[in-house]
């Protein structure tokens, strides 16, 4: 059974830094790459970046300056880390699962990150 369970969300002031943990369950994430999206209230959902399970990260342009995708195989878990982190970048953060043995990307329930000034 695929789960994907975010942590590491909360209340942060400007300037910090944050690292999201997503923790996968099943074979997937062997398989397959861990995105990264975000989603503002009322806005729709932005690709961050993924990570392929051997290793290597893609971005999207805009977010490649302080955003850093890493995963340990071992421990199945894909991290987020966020540096200075700016109000606008208040939103849930949710990790995906995606590989071609599986009909389709599987979620997790999201993380909340909220930055104050």
């Known amino acids: 059974q695929v789960q994907l369970v975010e942590s590491g969300g909360g209340l942060v002031q400007a300037g910090g830094s944050l690292t999201l943990s997503c923790v996968v369950s099943?074979?997937?994430?062997?398989?397959?790459?861990i995105g990264w999206y975000r989603q503002a209230q009322g806005q729709k959902r932005d690709f961050i970046g993924k990570?392929?399970?051997?290793?290597?990260?893609d971005y999207a342009t805009t977010m490649k300056e302080r955003f850093t995708i890493s995963r340990d195989n071992f421990k199945q878990t894909a991290f987020l880390q966020i540096n200075s982190l700016k109000p606008e970048d208040t939103a849930v953060y949710y990790c995906?699962?995606?590989?071609?043995?599986?009909?389709?990307?599987?979620w997790g329930q999201g993380t909340q990150v909220t930055v104050s000034l």
């Open positions: 995906s699962a995606e590989s071609p043995y599986y009909e389709h990307p599987f």
């Open positions: 099943g074979a997937i994430f062997a398989l397959g790459d």
């Open positions: 990570i392929t399970n051997n290793l290597q990260p």
